[in-house]
């Protein structure tokens, strides 16, 4: 079978437990594979010369410059870029949406990016319920003409000219290290900073967002325009219960069980509780002036897993 004329690219640092099925997933039926690593000191650099993947190792700062500099370095082979995270996994139909767009001319295909459908593991259990399926991400794309935002410090996104497009299937991340709660939570702490310090930036109007807000716009636009809701509009403390409610009871997370019961409350509820306790932390303190150098540290810990 000839390959697809796609590169397929993944960060890596210490992805052992994860590496193997994401390459699986990809390895033969794309054109190349391109592994940015930054220091992995388990098997990870093993795994991936295992599928033939070319690895170029550069020094983490955060996720988004480690994107950036992934776009403008690595020596890409193809014009398309499928953006992977180590814990992401392309499924079979996927394999054929993409195959069947890229056998076309390229001068037929006239997006510059494809929205993807996430489909999100959780210990096990697809969370299928709750508003997280379908999640949108925009994950494949003509990689000369697409960037990340290095001020977005949590859930970071690619950006691309010109218009998009939408795949039909889904691509799943199942982290097998989450099935050690202990994991997730030490993650989220970590996360909860990032967040923090990011709202703060926002919501002071240091930083503006990168896409115009719009509720009828693309996938990216609208998660902004809730965004800028949660920021300016809803009351710290009040908003992770509303949340909490409208995920569970609303949009029927309590369909998912046990592991979606489990989900929810730590997704919906602690976390949130947690970025608003550490919002008011870092005003109180006066850190929210220096944020972007106090937190850089945060920033690559949390990205990093």
């Known amino acids: 079978m000839t390959p697809v004329p796609l590169s397929v690219v993944v960060l890596t640092k210490n992805e052992e437990r994860n590496l193997g099925s994401c390459l699986e997933s990809v390895a033969s039926w794309c054109r190349e594979i391109l592994v940015v690593d930054s220091g992995s000191n388990d098997g990870t650099v093993k795994i991936a010369a295992h599928y033939g993947a070319v690895v170029v190792s550069h020094p983490f700062e955060s996720h988004t410059k ?162 800028e809701i949660w920021y300016r509009f809803l009351p710290l403390y009040l908003r992770p219960f509303l949340l909490f409610f409208y995920r569970y009871f609303l949009r029927l997370g309590f369909a998912d069980g046990k592991q979606g019961l489990i989900f929810h409350v730590l997704q919906s509820l602690w976390f949130r509780l947690l970025v608003d306790v550490k919002i008011e932390e870092l005003a109180e303190s006066g850190k929210g002036a220096n944020i972007v150098s106090a937190f850089s540290a945060s920033d690559q810990m949390s990205n990093h897993q």
């Open 66 to 227: 480690q994107w950036n500099w992934a776009l403008r370095n690595l020596p890409f082979q193809c014009e398309w870029a499928l953006c992977l995270d180590a814990d992401q996994q392309v499924t079979p139909e996927l394999r054929s949406d993409i195959g069947s767009l890229l056998s076309k001319d390229a001068g037929k295909v006239l997006q510059n990016g494809f929205y993807i459908k996430r489909r999100q593991i959780f210990r096990g259990k697809w969370i299928k319920h709750g508003g997280y399926y379908p999640k949108y991400l925009l994950k494949m794309v003509r990689h000369e003409l697409a960037w990340c935002d290095e001020n977005e410090r949590l859930d970071s996104r690619f950006y691309v000219k010109g218009t998009t497009g939408l795949l039909k299937h889904d691509l799943i991340e199942d982290n097998q290290n989450e099935k050690d709660i202990t994991f997730w939570i030490e993650k989220h702490n970590r996360y909860a900073v990032a967040q923090a310090s990011e709202e703060l930036h926002r919501r002071n109007g240091q930083v503006a967002w990168s896409l115009q807000p719009k509720f009828f716009g693309t996938p990216d636009q609208r998660t902004l325009f809730l965004r």
